[in-house]
């Protein structure tokens, strides 16, 4: 099935009628409804416009801001949105892969191994969100914008439980949500949320684009390459996520009675960036913790020091690329073992020409693995100077929030959606041949 064929109106409509692909996509929208509906449903005894100005001063939660969807500039009751579990999701990926006994539980442990490692993460998630609302809840006090306790008088115990409490069970609610998503719709229910997240700020951009030209501050030529440089980007980033280098593999031939098996020729993909964009999102975290957290406590004198040695050049770009390659490189070896697939190659008679299974064969493909993550890792530092360098030149500071991990994560998802729906189309082709 050539990948034109999904384009097609006709294919869109055999699409529709294929088996519980329906129910699958009402329910995804149903989802996306309710999270779009609880983001519009503010925290109470908050001053909005207070909050607005805090955001448009450029804060760093702006970064927060893009996972939950706009919910924490309005600071509605689901203002955490995913982030927490997304956070949490990725400490356990951490610990899988230096806790044997984990990681045990995730590649021994079959289904029961993968929901223990999933409940856990859960626990995590409601810990992480407990910490962070608990933070948010002072920040918000300290700043001024609790309307019945000034940041002068005496500490806010029941605001702050009251509205810890609800942010919790917001951010647990949305980690259900993104679980049915994922079970019983179309997609990876997290990402997918991210994803309309960003999708439901772009009218906002275009707005506060279109007022930076009328005021004078910008002109369309400049509003015009600045889009133009971004559709490059989306285009460089789709030939990104789908390049891979292709080994071939031979299987052995093997004769069992008078017939001949085996000896097919086929190959093994290393993918250009095996992370996707965890290593950005993962890089951007560690490198605005201090200066969130400085945020929450201004009189701790190194967090300040930090914070404003990563928040301005050259020492956020120096540091921000040598995280990415951290990390790049961290989340490709999470993915492909050189050792273990070629063990499992030589387990069933498989080989790569020119190469004796074993060690020769690891040793080949850590050798090819280093260096497609080396230029998955420049591809993405790149990645994530090229819209700095764009709103330095055309002056549109208005779609900074529209960068790279933004465009990455759309790219991604859009790419995983396209897949899926390939899946259930040559599933439905399947049906045909055996009705």
């Known amino acids: 099935m050539k990948r034109d064929q999904a384009l097609r109106p006709e294919v869109l409509a055999e699409l529709w009628q294929a088996s519980g692909l329906k129910f699958k996509i009402l329910f995804t929208l149903g989802m996306i409804f309710v999270v779009r509906f609880g983001v519009q449903l503010p925290v109470s005894g908050l001053d909005n416009a207070k909050i607005a100005d805090l955001f448009n001063q450029g804060t760093l939660l702006q970064f927060v801001d893009l ?33 044997p006994k984990l990681e045990e539980m995730q590649k021994e442990g079959g289904e029961a191994g993968r929901r223990q490692i999933a409940q856990i993460t859960r626990y995590l998630t409601i810990i992480l969100a407990s910490v962070q609302a608990f933070g948010m809840s ?16 005496a500490f806010p115990v029941l605001f702050v439980i009251n509205t810890t409490a609800l942010l919790v069970a917001g951010a647990v609610f949305v980690m259900w949500i993104g679980e049915q998503m994922t079970e ?27 007022l930076l030209v009328q005021e004078g501050a910008s002109n369309w ?27 071939p593999v ?45 945020q ?30 951290f990390f790049t490189f961290f989340y490709a070896s999470m993915v492909l073992n050189p050792q273990e697939i ?58 900074d929030r529209m960068g790279s991990t933004a465009i990455l994560i759309m790219v991604g998802v859009a790419i995983d959606l396209f897949n899926q729906l390939q899946t259930h189309l040559l599933a439905r082709q399947y049906e045909g041949f055996t009705t």
């Open 184 to 210: 019983h719709g179309i997609g990876n229910g997290a990402s997918l949320l991210i994803f309309i997240g960003i999708v439901a700020a772009i009218p906002g951009y275009a707005k506060n684009t279109y």
């Open 138 to 153: 002072v920040w918000l006090w300290r700043s001024g914008v609790v309307l019945a306790h000034p940041p002068g008088e």
């Open 250 to 294: 031979q299987s052995a031939k093997r004769q069992v009675g008078n017939r001949m098996y085996g000896g097919r020729a086929t190959y093994m993909p290393f993918r250009l960036n095996q992370g996707g964009v965890m290593p950005i999102i993962f890089a951007s975290s560690v490198l605005l913790f201090p200066a969130t957290i400085q």
């Open 342 to 399: 070629a063990a499992n190659l030589k387990r069933y008679g498989s080989y790569i020409p020119g190469y004796r299974p074993g060690r020769p064969t690891a040793e080949y493909l850590e050798k090819i693995l280093n260096r497609m993550t080396l230029c998955g890792a420049v591809f993405l530092s790149l990645l994530v100077i090229f819209p700095m360098l764009v709103t330095a030149l055309t002056g549109v500071t208005t779609l």
């Open 221 to 247: 030529f400049a509003v015009g390459l600045t889009l133009l440089s971004y559709l490059l980007l989306i285009v460089a980033v789709v030939y990104a996520s789908e390049g891979a280098r292709k080994i």
């Open 67 to 99: 996972f939950a969807g706009g919910a924490l500039a309005k600071f509605s009751i689901l203002a955490m949105g995913i982030l927490p579990y997304i956070n949490a999701s990725i400490i356990m990926q951490l610990m899988t892969s230096v806790i």
């Open 296 to 325: 929450f406590a201004p009189e701790v004198g190194f967090l300040k020091v930090a914070a404003e040695f990563l928040t301005v050049q050259p020492g956020y770009g120096i540091f921000f690329v040598s995280l990415l390659f």
